[in-house]
């Protein structure tokens, strides 16, 4: 995939109408307020640029999953008034996305002035990226400017249908994505190491697999994920989370990727709990020894001490995916454990998906990692090399 693409600064933009697809995507309480608005804080500069440059800017962007019907719980309503807030100018919304209010609101928007388009994913067209659809975006705007890198492995209307109609170039954020993470797999500094976690096995286990036989030194594996390969490899894992169906690909790994000159390892001790509760019965047991009635939910101080050394002498970090069940504080020490060495690495520290990030965030070390990818699935796909359409669609930079 090429990862050279142009981008806002390099076309004139000055007095043009922008679709600028953002990924606004945020997490929203019962009351439906924002509780965490660093998506669209990360938005403002290319936004902001734009504003600068007389553009006139018509936003767009979804949240949640609609499912094509629209549904007042997922309206981007608090996100214009967020917008409005850190932008100090009216951010009218346009409720019906390509019908006459949105087109004559988008006619009448001057250059400097900003607007944004009702949840995208309230169409159905969006996500089967209707050509007709994407056509009545397009015929508001006079250029494609893509900032969602959270949906760039999505071929959806608004971000990658668009481009076939109008110009299209990248936003800074996305620039910045594919900035660091492209350098890094195409020329990383060693040693290597991915870290990752969470629970889908089967998400993740192509880009290990690629991670091992052609960039990293070392691929560490914790979280759910990890009892798989426990098992695989002969060891009990009481009842901690197993994809069974897994087993044969996740076995044999270790030895392909030593014959390639890396190394898979996984955790040494396991904190086990007799219920999926914090208040459970706890205790730390070594790999491979979980007993019936127990299952892995966190890494243990063994393992905490391996990792963590070999992550503070990285030269290049990726990590994705908790090492634990977080969201219980019982749970929580070995993915702090681990974002406080990612945090302290000497060398380039990229940090993808959801939970890790939030973790790097709640702990004040966002100033101390290199990344944070705003894209949870986009940046697992991009580290697998695999061409995202979103990014695909762009113009090549020169
Ligand atoms: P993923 O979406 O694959 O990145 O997984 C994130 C989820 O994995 C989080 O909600 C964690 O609670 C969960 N998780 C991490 N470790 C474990 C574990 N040992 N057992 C069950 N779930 C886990």
Known sequence: ????KKSVTDIDVSGKKVFLRCDFNVPLNDQGEITNDIRIRSALPTI???LEQKAAIILCSHLGRPKGKV???MSLKPVAQRLKEFLNMEVPLAEDIIGPQAKAMAAALEPGQVMLLENIRFCPEEEKNDPAFAKELASMADIFVNDAFGTAHRAHASTAGVADY?????GFLIKKEIGIMGRAMESPEHPFVAIL???KVDEKLALIERLLLEHCDYVLVLGGMSYTFMKAEGGTIGDSLCNDAMLDEVRGLKEKAEACGSKLMLPLDNIVADRFANDANIMCVQSGHIPDGF???DIGPKTIEAYTKIIEEARTVVWNGPAGVFEMPNFANGTRAIATAVAHSKGISIVGGGDSAAAVDQLGFSRQVTHISTGGGASLEFLQGLELPGIACLQDAE
Do not use: E, F
């Open 166 to 170: 109008l110009p299209a170039v990248c």
């Open 71 to 73: 549904n007042p719980a």
């Open 48 to 50: 902001r640029y734009l």
């Open 1 to 4: 995939m090429n990862y050279h």
């Open 197 to 199: 976690g969470g629970a």
């Open 295 to 297: 299952m892995g939910m």
